[in-house]
């Protein structure tokens, strides 16, 4: 299982950024996929998981209404679509998913909101 993060980087509070995450090595269209976040000197913190056929998302209760997870099972990825950010926002953002009872990650990207 690999997993790749991309799309990170340094944006105005209020702004937008969409992650990426490419999948490989296992069949992506059968598994849930999840994204976390670790912030500055805290915990990993769960943000939102979708299912194998995106017909169930979750949130967590911080970003509700702001980040819309999605994927797109014939190019292996999963996306976090990310509004109105705010400088609380800022973390390592990783994306995650379970394969044979086995937890993958990928390196994570970092996203910085700040002015």
């Known amino acids: 299982v690999r997993l790749l993060e991309s799309g990170g980087g340094l944006v105005q509070p209020g702004g937008s950024l969409r992650l990426s995450c490419a999948a490989s090595?296992?069949?992506?269209?059968?598994?849930?996929m999840m994204w976390y976040r670790r912030p500055p000197g805290k915990e990993r913190e769960w943000v939102a998981t979708i299912s194998s056929v995106a017909s169930y998302t979750n949130y967590a209760d911080s970003v509700n209404g702001r980040f819309t997870i999605s994927r797109d099972n014939a190019k292996n990825t999963v996306y976090l679509q990310m509004n109105s950010l705010k400088p609380e926002d800022t973390a390592v953002y990783l994306c995650t998913t379970r394969v044979s009872a086995q937890d993958s990650w990928g390196q994570g990207t970092q996203v910085t909101v700040s002015s």
């Open positions: 090595g296992f069949a992506f269209r059968n598994y849930g």
